[in-house]
């Protein structure tokens, strides 16, 4: 049988839960910013990309033949 933590374990095992925490959202911040820099860089080159192109010709639209 294993006896129940001490409250000194107790406070340890919560400081480095925060810790842990802190960490794990730090990491997931410094993710989400080099997503959104990356997006934002990506869409700034594809705008440039579409505005140096001609615009496409413009095609009459056909009609379905039916049978």
């Known amino acids: 049988m294993t006896k129940p933590p001490t409250k000194a374990e107790r406070d340890a095992r919560k400081a480095f839960r925060q810790v842990d925490a802190k960490k794990a959202m ?37 009609k379905a033949k039916g049978k």
């Open 26 to 62: 730090t990491e997931h911040e410094i993710a989400q910013k080099a997503f959104s820099n990356n997006r934002e860089r990506l869409k700034a080159e594809r705008l440039a990309r579409e505005s140096a192109e001609p615009p496409p010709p413009k095609t009459k639209a056909t």
